[in-house]
């Protein structure tokens, strides 16, 4: 049956998120599931590939702080609780299929974008929470 | 929002195929969509590489026969009406894109089943129907 229980919404807080966010929202409110959302944020490092011989500690802790302050707002009109927002740093799928699995999740939500650009080649961040994902994955078509 | 109109379910028939329905079925109650299934039926001439020196026509005929039968009895628990049951030949992927978008399906219901063996080197149906689809996918977890 689909009467799923726990549902993790993934958004990487872009414009496309909010349309994300309603399918998932509604998809909850139809399976009475109760509704979690992550965000992922990747470390300032792995864009530039360590090889800056500068500390980058305090714009690390910036940016996490920003992407803090925009996930508690973009989780209040979905009246997500704050003990069900996540923000975790690593890369995305990896922390995406680990916060599913602590909580319990049943349904991963997730945008994909299709193949374009870089994703032809690393693979989309839907892409990639499908494979080895341990519960089901609904990939939302936006852009 | 997620108040689909149109699911079209994915099945290739094996015994994992009702766990899948059984999630589209409840869907598509869920949601008030119209359900609709595919089943593909891959030529017999991409698995043995056409190098084979004989006429497989009837073979061919023979399998699709049994697979139109097989699919027959399969969608009949779920009361799927046979102008929304579809047979096609061709690649997986291609064939469930092309009834999606003939049928104005803005959800595909598959199967995953995870990173292993060809898959890994091929990449999945549910993979496949990922890339490239103009709708939103469920990728239900089997297996």
Do not use: W
Request: net charge negative.
């Amino acid at each position: 049956m689909a009467h799923y229980q726990h549902i993790l919404l993934a958004v990487d807080l872009t414009e496309e998120s909010n349309a994300i966010a309603e399918k998932a929202v509604a998809l909850s409110q139809q399976t009475g599931a109760k509704l979690s959302i992550v965000h992922v944020i990747e470390p300032i490092n792995f864009a530039y590939g360590g090889d800056i011989p500068m500390d980058l500690t305090a714009i690390q802790d910036q940016l996490d702080e920003h992407a803090r302050q925009k996930l508690i707002a973009f989780a209040q009109p979905y009246l997500i609780p704050s003990e069900q927002q996540h923000i975790v740093i690593g890369l995305p799928q990896n922390e995406i299929h680990r916060i599913a699995e602590e909580q319990d999740v049943d349904l991963i939500v997730v945008g994909s974008h299709g193949r374009r650009g870089l994703s032809l080649l690393l693979g989309s961040t839907a892409n990639g929470v499908l494979h080895g994902a341990k519960c089901d994955v609904l990939a939302v078509r936006v852009g």
